[in-house]
């Protein structure tokens, strides 16, 4: 409950995001009912950010998360077009800054 609160104290105040990839996605992956994987939550059930079909296509979830349409899709994911302070948006911030150059990085 507090951290929902802090999350939505921030609506006044929405600043621009601070990173330009979803690596959150690899940390937060969707599973739907009909056993679809998809990058997150928010964009569930939309053809552009599925991952996979385990039933539809008859894979392992672990084929699904090994394949190479995830890469696609993580590369195809536009987050200048995603809803502000979706379930990925603090992490990405974080991740984005242990992904610059900084002196010491290994013992982020
Ligand atoms: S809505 Fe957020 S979690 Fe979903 S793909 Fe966009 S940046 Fe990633």
């Keep these: 409950m507090l ?3 802090q999350k939505y ?3 006044e ?3 621009p995001r ?3 990839r979803c690596r959150g996605m690899f940390f937060s992956t969707v599973v739907t009912a009909d056993a679809k994987m998809f990058a997150c939550l928010h964009h569930r059930q939309d053809p552009d950010y599925l991952i996979g079909d385990m039933r539809g296509e008859g894979k392992t979830l672990e084929e699904v998360w090994n394949s190479y349409r995830k890469w696609m899709v993580y590369e ?3 987050v200048s077009i995603c809803p502000p302070f979706c379930r990925n ?3 990405n911030g974080v991740l984005a800054e242990l992904d610059k150059d900084m002196i010491h990085k290994e013992f982020m």
């Design 3 to 5: 951290a929902s609160l």
């Design 9 to 11: 104290c921030k609506f």
């Design 76 to 78: 195809s994911i536009d």
């Design 89 to 91: 948006d603090s992490f």
């Design 13 to 15: 105040d929405i600043a």
């Design 18 to 20: 601070t990173y330009d």
